[in-house]
């Protein structure tokens, strides 16, 4: 069984930064893309960043391209996103999600099994 727990949310300013970390449990952590997505209430969940298995291949959604970064460290079973220059529509829920299939990698939603509970990400104006 994979379990998947995110930290590092809360509230910063425009401007600021945060680094979310996302803890894996269960066997083959570097056999997987890790994914970040995030939710506002109200509105579909949206894809943040993917980055493959060995973090040799990463993709960012436009609206983060340039902030944001996505890493991973395989010994411990981590995944992070480092978050610079927030803006206040980075305001949402930020999700972990293990790729389903092993040695593959995309940035769509349904192709992602295992999801955190969220960690809440609010920036102020």
């Known amino acids: 069984q994979v379990q998947l727990v995110e930290s590092g949310g809360g509230l910063v300013q425009a401007g600021g930064s945060l680094r979310l970390s996302c803890a894996a449990s269960g066997r083959a952590f570097n056999n997987y893309a890790m994914g970040w997505f995030r939710q506002v209430p109200g509105k579909e969940r949206e894809f943040v960043a993917v980055?493959?298995?060995?973090?040799?291949?990463?993709y960012y959604a436009d609206s983060v391209k340039g902030r944001f970064t996505i890493s991973r460290d395989n010994a411990k079973n981590t995944v992070y996103l480092q978050m610079n220059s927030l803006k206040y529509e980075d305001t949402a829920v930020y999700f972990c999600?293990?790729?389903?299939?092993?040695?593959?990698?995309?940035?769509?939603?349904?192709?992602?099994?295992?999801w955190g509970q969220g960690t809440q990400v609010n920036v102020s104006s």
């Open positions: 980055i493959s298995w060995r973090g040799g291949t990463i």
């Open positions: 999600a293990r790729h389903s299939t092993p040695f593959r990698l995309s940035v769509v939603e349904r192709d992602f099994d295992y």
